[in-house]
């Protein structure tokens, strides 16, 4: 993080009664992938005037992704957890991965179990659809990995097939290249045509699916995790993807993925920063990078190993001020959203709300909740 001088003008805040991260040593990190817990942050988030939850999906085996911590070894369904907490919350969307190729999936279990799960949310469900990069989560299901753009070929008949399926109101027969259907119907439909439909994508085939497809498209930064190289590449990757959408009359919107570590001063947050890195678990870091590097996906080309330590797809360090000034920026180069994640979730949400939203509610990049 650069030192420029800020582009918003510093709030009164009362004085945090959070420790100095530059004076003591990091505690525990409570960040736990129980429901209760990520129940209890969903809710949190909605007061705080968040917009979205996004549940990720991996197929991990014993062991997770190395390291003492076992890195992600347990973690609960995302589909299962956003639709229990459509019960729970009244205004996020709730956005849960799946992997439709693994299993199979047939789109007729996705186009019923997703129009239950809209009407259960009342409208505030959305699917992040994804097809597969690693090698080793399909031969769980006993199957292998398909080739990169034909996957996305796949993709695109299944979500075809899914979409008829919520429009129509008679019986649907259809014989694939790769489904079939006979006499298929799915009712109730879903309450606003259809849930919301969103990919994860960095790949020319990739981006094709989601300018067809999707509404909304998680994107990563083609310059890696720094956020000045992130802002200076972004703008031509943004604007090809909607310009792909455009080209098919659609309108598409993008999501970025920081990674915030905020501290009152800068000095503190790079403190906060540096002892993430002092105490983190190698082994297991080395691991999820392995796991990414066996993968064909060609989002994270850019992302050296490093970088995975703290996670995330951009890393934005220092003061309220100034994190606020990179939403802004990566705002600028064409990213519509910020999917945002933090080391100690619990303990840095709070930070943010208090600290960063105004400020983006100062600048009028973000709206008041009322």
Known sequence: MSAKPSLIRPTERP????????????KACSTSW????????????????????FGLSEWVR??????????REDSIDPFMTVTALAALTKRLLLLSTIHILYGPWHPMHLARFAATADHISKGRFGINVVTGFSPAEPLMFGMRRQEH?????MADEFMS??????????????????????DAFVRPKPRYGRPILVS??????????????????????PAGANVERAVEALPAHTAKLKAEALSLGRNIRTIINPMI???????????YYDEIIRVADTEAAAGYANHFKS????????HVPHERILGGNVHLIGSPEQVADWFIALNKAGCDGMQISFYDFREDLEFFGEAVLPLLQQAGVRGQVS
């Open 15 to 26: 004085p945090s009664k959070r420790p100095s991260w530059a004076l003591c040593h990091l």
């Open 34 to 53: 129980e429901f209760d817990y990520n129940a209890a942050l969903a809710l949190r988030a909605e007061e705080l005037g968040f917009d979205l939850v």
């Open 62 to 71: 014993a062991g997770g992704y190395g390291g003492k911590i076992r890195f």
């Open 149 to 153: 753009d034909l996957r996305y070929e």
């Open 161 to 182: 097939i899914a979409k008829r399926l919520w429009q129509s109101e008679h019986n649907f027969t259809y014989e694939g290249q790769f489904w079939r259907l006979e």
């Open 200 to 221: 994860a994508t960095g790949s020319p085939a990739g981006f094709s699916y989601a300018a067809r497809h999707s509404d909304l498209a998680f994107i990563t930064s």
């Open 261 to 271: 570590v905020c501290r009152e001063t800068e000095a503190e947050a790079r403190a």
């Open 295 to 302: 993968g064909d996906s060609k989002a994270w080309n850019n």
